[in-house]
T-cell receptor
Framework: SQTIHQWPATLVQPVGSPLSLECTVEGTSNPNLYWYRQAAGRGLQLLFYSVGIGQISSEVPQNLSASRPQDRQFILSSKKLLLSDSGFYLC?????????FGPGTRLTVT | KNEVEQSPQNLTAQEGEFITINCSYSVGISALHWLQQHPGGGIVSLFMLSSGKKKHGRLIATINIQEKHSSLHITASHPRDSAVYICAVDNTDKLIFGTGTRLQVFP
């Protein structure tokens, strides 16, 4: 069966520090991968999606970047965090049209 | 105007009540998803619909493609149903989310 892992579950980071969130998928190959963010009191927003290794599309301009170094690994990064980067980050994968969500990472930037 | 609108934004109910959450969208879709988000943040996919109606336990989801509208119904609601319910539409393999409906069911 397919499984999606995200870590860490929670993270508190100071402004200006770097960020690396990792997502891995098991039990499938060549999935589409997604990073979503949910800011406090707001809906989910698509940040990045990837249809293959090294292929990243950005949906909104921002302080974050994404990479897909392996077929089932998706990484969300920042060189310098901003207060506005706080939120709940969800990784998801899909074999169209079904989407599966990871457990999420709650990031607080202080 | 958002491409996916949900109503109501907040909903309170007494245990046992029948609940309806509505979702309207303005874009072409290949599927519509109903998701449940619990206070810890984790998201569970409840339904994926492209036509008609689906039922899972006390949950029923319907979609009218011509009217671009979907409803999520909960029969005999229970306090454990308290969560945020999110409608999301699949538009060219990317999901567009509604802002969610916060449901609280009191015993």
């Amino acid at each position: 069966s397919q499984t999606i892992h995200q870590w860490p579950a929670t993270l508190v980071q100071p402004v200006g520090s770097p960020l690396s969130l990792e997502c891995t998928v098991e039990g499938t190959s060549n999935p589409n991968l997604y990073w979503y963010r949910q800011a406090a009191g707001r809906g989910l927003q698509l940040l990045f999606y990837s249809v293959g290794i090294g292929q990243i599309s950005s949906e909104v301009p921002q302080n974050l970047s994404a990479s897909r170094p392996q077929d089932r690994q998706f990484i969300l990064s920042s060189k310098k965090l901003l207060l506005s980067d706080s939120g709940f980050y969800l990784c998801a994968w899909s074999v169209h049209p079904v989407q599966y969500f990871g457990p999420g990472t709650r990031l607080t930037v202080t | 105007k958002n491409e996916v609108e949900q109503s109501p934004q907040n909903l309170t109910a007494q245990e046992g009540e029948f609940i309806t959450i509505n979702c309207s969208y303005s874009v072409g879709i290949s599927a519509l998803h109903w998701l449940q988000q619990h206070p810890g943040g984790g998201i569970v996919s409840l339904f994926m619909l492209s036509s008609g109606k689906k039922k899972h336990g006390r949950l029923i989801a319907t979609i009218n493609i011509q009217e671009k509208h979907s409803s999520l119904h909960i029969t005999a609601s229970h306090p454990r149903d308290s969560a945020v319910y999110i409608c999301a539409v699949d538009n060219t393999d990317k999901l567009i989310f509604g802002t969610g409906t916060r449901l609280q069911v009191f015993p």
